[in-house]
T-cell receptor, first 112, second 114 residues
């Protein structure tokens, strides 16, 4: 089955700096890659996603890149703010079996 | 966006009892719902896929007789943890799929088994 690895597990950045989280996946049939933000005790919230036919997508301070050949994708957050502090999960989705496989998570802390 | 609710939000029960958790899609019909379990500081692990009107599909290592799933309508799936034990204490999250691909998550249910 699909395996999604995520790095780093923890990340601390100074407010205003950029944060980058990287994921790799194993199943070449995966074709949709969402990113979720989860605050403590809350549900995961979709913050951005990318389809396999697109290499990059941007939404204000958040961007995601996908390298399908290398099977890795990354989340970029610019001009970080304290409210960006949370746990971020990458995920891969396979249309064939409709399964969403999550990465191991990154705890992002923004230092004021 | 689409709204998914879960009930209860938290439950404390004695070892050996059964607990039922409900997952509802409030403003859309979901033929497919998913149940995840999340232990502290860990990722979400898929337990089973719930399909309306048919049997659930369980992931490897998840006991189907212990975690009973019923998806009797297009807006409701239930997860029953039977004979719960302390090791079943976890955060249980459901999601409902809005075709073609996006999943909307419920707020989660924190189960504590004493």
């Amino acid at each position: 089955g699909e395996n999604v690895e995520q790095h780093p597990s923890t990340l601390s950045v100074q407010e205003g700096d950029s944060a980058v989280i990287k994921c790799t996946y194993s199943d070449s049939a995966s074709n949709y890659f969402p990113w979720y933000k989860q605050e403590l005790g809350k549900r995961p919230q979709l913050i951005i996603d990318i389809r396999s036919n697109v290499g990059e997508k941007k939404d204000q301070r958040i961007a995601v890149t996908l390298n399908k050949t290398a099977k890795h994708f990354s989340l970029h957050i610019t001009e970080t703010q304290p409210e960006d502090s949370a746990v971020y999960f990458c995920a891969s989705f396979n249309f064939g079996n409709e399964k969403l496989t999550f990465g191991t998570g990154t705890r992002l802390t923004i230092i004021p | 966006g689409a709204v998914v609710s879960q009930h209860p939000s938290w439950v404390i029960c004695k070892s050996g009892t059964s607990v039922k958790i409900e997952c509802r899609s409030l403003d859309f019909q979901a033929t497919t719902m998913f149940w995840y379990r999340q232990f502290p500081k860990q990722s979400l692990m898929l337990m089973a896929t719930s399909n309306e009107g048919s049997k659930a599909t369980y992931e490897q290592g998840v006991e189907k007789d212990k975690f009973l799933i019923n998806h009797a309508s297009l807006t409701l799936s239930t997860l029953t943890v039977t004979s719960a034990h302390p090791e079943d204490s976890s955060f249980y999250i459901c999601s409902a799929r809005l075709p073609p691909r996006e999943q909307f998550f419920g707020p989660g249910t924190r189960l504590t088994v004493l």
